[in-house]
């Protein structure tokens, strides 16, 4: 299965479920997709025009930048403008081992992402979709099965999470240690 297939997959469940005449597996209305990490620039090509078609044919659709929403987390976390950001990390992780800073952040992190994909979406509804672009920048931070988890029955929208992956769910397993464990609820694209 390659792009045309994926994508036309997709976005005919998209439609369904926004025009209520397909119901996702277990009623929630995330889709994920798995495709080649070497597919990563094409990715991205592909779910943004998906989603200019889907903003064509009457619906509200965008792609939100899971980069953005990691960084405005961190500015947040760490309580600094934008213009410190840079030098107040390269502090932290001079101040302690790389380990231990990666454990700290990934204690608070995750909730922050939440948080500030919760803002960006607030007004969004049931008939609006958005596309989580850059699943990848997230590790280790947050996973594809935690997000979803934290996600879920705080937003209203349909959410599409792409995310590069060679095996079905060897990105989406989270840490026995996650409290979110692990989540597979909702669609799965998988390539083909």
Do not use: N
């Not at 929630?28 to 943004?48: G, K, M, T, W």
């Not at 609006?128 to 996973?143: A, C, H, K, N």
Request: proline share 7%; with cysteine; charged share 25%.
């Amino acid at each position: 299965m390659g792009w045309h297939e994926v994508i036309g997959e997709l976005e005919g469940k998209l439609e369904g479920t926004l025009k209520g005449t397909y119901r996702p597996l277990d009623g929630i209305p995330f889709f994920r997709v798995q495709y080649p990490p070497s597919e990563e620039r094409e990715a991205l090509r592909q779910f943004r025009l998906l989603a200019e078609r889907l903003s064509k044919r009457g619906w509200r659709s965008e792609c939100v930048s899971l980069t953005d929403m990691f960084r405005e987390a961190l500015l947040d976390l760490l309580g600094c403008p934008p213009s410190q950001l840079s030098e107040r990390l390269k502090l932290l992780e001079r101040g302690q081992d790389r380990s231990e800073l990666q454990e700290r952040l990934s204690e608070y992190l995750p909730y922050e992402i939440v948080k500030a994909i919760q803002g960006f979406l607030s007004g969004s509804s049931s008939q609006d979709v958005v596309v989580l672009l850059r699943m990848g920048v997230l590790y280790p931070f947050l996973r594809p099965s935690s997000l979803l988890s934290m996600m879920e029955g705080q937003i209203s929208c349909v959410v599409v999470l792409p995310y590069p992956g060679t095996t079905l769910g060897a990105m989406l397993d989270a840490p026995p240690a996650d409290p979110h464990g692990g989540y597979y609820r909702g669609e799965v694209i998988q390539w083909r």
